[in-house]
């Protein structure tokens, strides 16, 4: 059995530093699966919440969620896809030929970080569910640290499963993720419908007027900032922001048979950021019309208080199917920096890593601010590839550098990138903008570094001939 | 067998969603709905597992 799983784990081969081969190219199906699974995820279940505690609006909610969805699709479809199959190569691989080796590993190493993390938070949503029979202590809003032993213990758990599942490679995640897609979304939409009665929702006509009043009221909850449709908007487009326009699925899309599958990521942004966190929404707000506003945070007890057992299991599969790829996205990131080493030894470093993380209630309290934070960080990479692949060659400066000229370190990317965050930086802290609007400015910024700190360089010494 | 596997995956999402639309109305109880839910999971992993086995081994 032993020698069957080492034999396994051995031939698990995922085309690192090589171009896809046609044979391994999937239709946009298994991405419409993927996508549907991984975005309708522990996430949702504290993004939905969350609107409802910023005081947005009914309408403003229904408005924002469609067009930033639309915006995400959009990115996927336009800016990733068609480099991932026309490259088929991984993110880091990428960047290594543009940015250089030495580069490229600080970036791998701040996105392993990021995914990791990312990755915790979805193993500790899975744990509150995981811990129901043990009446384990939940935590509350204002909780960073461990607050018991069964905690830690049951989260270690849940974080080894979802380890060993991601160790198995691309094709297992894929497998499992479109096992539980089709009803996952079914089980957050009938949990919601279940409880309207409990809001005072008897017919399809009431519903309006209570998701005015009761749900999505446009007033904040004490301590809370103000959310308007254009928080809700730049959320739903940024939240994955490193995925789409930091290209980060390009290491995923690269799979894909024609670029017409970043079109499969509408299967994630309307099933999953749309009526999922609409879904849990509606969820929390009868969870505080019970609790008489409790701070207490955790989605498990609230799923299973809308749909029984089914829910609760619901919590767990859906924080199960965000952890797998991010954890072997992250698990990528850094064979990119040890290419000797076998992917799944450092899908189980990485895996370890992210169960530890986990342990801390912070990681899902702090959710948005995190989530913000690292597409963020990451985006300036994003428009680095862009401009490198599509106007490089037409405005006759160097695609590639890096390789081109053997060097391990870009100056114009790694300007780029720190001068990008830097930039958002000071817009944040002078101009007063809040983290979810920077994306946009950031990356004309970007953009703009870039091509101008690329003339500088290359002025000496054309590389075009 | 193939078409069995996925009749009962399509009854696991049913009893997963239709209940819920019966609480709604107020033609079914809150326990009842969580225990065919629970029995519509059971069915739908069972059923879609059931289901996609032979699709795999076919196509490698």
């Given at each position: 059995m032993l020698a069957k799983w080492t034999k396994r784990l051995e031939d698990v081969q995922e085309y690192e530093k090589t171009p896809v081969p046609a044979s391994k190219w999937k239709s946009w199906g298994s991405f419409l699966g993927?996508?549907?699974?991984?975005?309708?995820?522990?996430?949702?279940?504290v993004i939905g919440p969350l609107f409802v505690a910023h005081g947005v609006g009914a309408l403003e909610l229904i408005l924002g969620l469609f067009f930033g969805n639309l915006l995400a699709v959009l990115s996927w479809a336009f800016l990733t896809a068609p480099i991932a199959t026309r490259e088929r190569i991984t993110l880091y691989y990428k960047l290594e030929q543009i940015c250089g080796s030495h580069l490229t590993t600080v970036y791998n190493l701040v996105n392993a970080l990021m995914f990791c993390f990312l990755a915790g938070s979805m193993i500790a949503v899975?744990?509150?569910?995981?811990?129901?029979?043990?009446?384990?202590?939940?935590?509350?809003?204002?909780?960073?640290?461990?607050?018991?032993?069964?905690?830690?213990?049951i989260v270690l758990i849940v974080g080894a499963v979802t380890t060993v599942v991601a160790m198995l490679g691309y094709d297992q995640v894929s497998r499992f993720a479109n096992l539980a897609a089709p009803w996952l979304p079914l089980v957050f939409i009938a949990a919601a419908i279940a409880v309207l009665p409990e809001l005072g929702v008897h017919s399809v006509g009431e519903f309006w007027s209570v998701a005015k009043t009761k749900i999505w009221t446009g007033v904040p909850l004490a301590g809370q900032s103000q959310f308007t449709m254009w928080h809700v908007l730049f959320f739903s487009w940024f939240?994955?922001?490193?995925?789409?326009?930091?290209?980060?699925?390009?290491?995923v899309l690269?799979?894909?048979?024609?670029?017409?599958?970043?079109?499969a990521s509408a299967g994630g942004m309307y099933v999953g950021h749309y009526f999922a966190w609409l879904a849990s929404g509606i969820l929390y707000a009868v969870f505080l019309q019970i609790s008489n506003n409790s701070l207490e945070f955790a989605p498990g007890p609230i799923a299973y208080y809308a749909a029984g057992l089914a829910g609760a299991v619901c919590v767990i599969i859906a924080g199960w199917t965000t952890a797998n790829p991010t954890i072997y996205r992250a698990g990528l990131a850094v064979q990119a920096v040890l290419p000797k080493s076998r992917t799944w030894k450092v899908t189980l470093i990485v895996g370890a890593v992210t169960t530890l993380a986990a342990c801390f209630p912070a990681l899902v309290m702090r959710l948005l601010d995190f989530v913000a934070l690292y597409g963020l960080l990451l985006m300036p990479m994003g428009a680095i590839i862009f401009i490198d692949y599509w106007v490089f060659p037409k405005i006759g400066l160097q695609s590639n550098l890096a390789a081109f000229r053997n060097i391990r370190w870009n100056w114009a990317a790694g300007l780029t990138w720190f001068l990008t965050l830097g930039t958002c930086l000071a817009i944040n802290q002078f101009l007063g903008i809040e983290i979810f609007f920077l994306g946009l400015p950031g990356w004309f910024v970007a953009v703009l570094l870039y091509i101008v700190l690329n003339f500088l360089i290359q002025r000496n010494r054309p590389a075009v001939a | 067998m193939k078409n069995v596997f996925g009749l009962i995956a399509l009854v696991g999402l049913a009893l997963t969603l239709v209940p819920s639309i019966l609480v709604f109305t107020g033609s079914m109880t809150n326990a009842m709905h969580k225990w065919l839910m629970t029995l519509g999971m059971l069915l739908w992993f069972g059923g879609a597992m059931g289901y996609r086995r032979p699709e795999r081994n076919v196509g490698g």
């Open positions: 993927m996508y549907a699974g991984e975005h309708t995820a522990g996430t949702e279940f899975s744990a509150t569910a995981v811990g129901i029979p043990f009446n384990l202590p939940m935590a509350e809003l204002s909780d960073w640290l461990p607050n018991s032993v069964s905690w830690i213990v939240c994955n922001m490193a995925m789409h326009i930091g290209m980060a699925d390009l290491s690269r799979y894909a048979k024609s670029w017409t599958a970043g079109f | -």
